[in-house]
């Protein structure tokens, strides 16, 4: 008597077991871990090229910087997702307070600095990207 009551809920339980097992193994669309690279548009390259590389890459001579901010790392997949999103979020705040190229290299190297329309390029081209890769 009681089994035929049990089997039924058993099989659904089961169903169910199973549906949410398949949909949680889905690959997650913002894993951190997961490496990446991005592309970055040749128009802002080419200013990044110009005034940032310098500092912020494998050639670089500068410890700090090039520590912090890299980017052949950044489009080689040398960074994880995660990475790159805080590095383009970064590059949008100090874009947006001013702070790079820094001042006092800018004192001696005057056409480094970006002009307003540059700044504008990067900073749209790096919110947009980690956008996109925060998937909003
Ligand atoms: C003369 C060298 C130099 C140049 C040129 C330069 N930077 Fe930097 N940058 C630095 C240094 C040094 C730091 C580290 C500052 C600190 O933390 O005190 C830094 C830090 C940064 C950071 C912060 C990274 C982090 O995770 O904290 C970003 C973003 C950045 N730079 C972007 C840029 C961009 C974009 C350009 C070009 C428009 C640029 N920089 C040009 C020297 C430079």
Known sequence: MKIKF???????AVLFALVSFTSS??????DIDEVV????PENVKAIIDNKCMGCHSDEAKGGKSKMKMNFDKLSNGDYSTGKVISKLDKIVKMLG????PPEK???KNPAKKLTSEESKLISDW??????????E
């Open 105 to 107: 290299f800018l004192a």
């Open 126 to 135: 790096a919110s947009s990207q980690s956008s996109i890769m925060k998937g």
């Open 37 to 40: 690279t991005i592309d970055i």
């Open 6 to 12: 049990i089997l039924p809920l058993f099989v659904v």
């Open 97 to 100: 307070k001013d702070k790079m």
């Open 25 to 30: 193994s889905e690959p997650q669309y913002n």
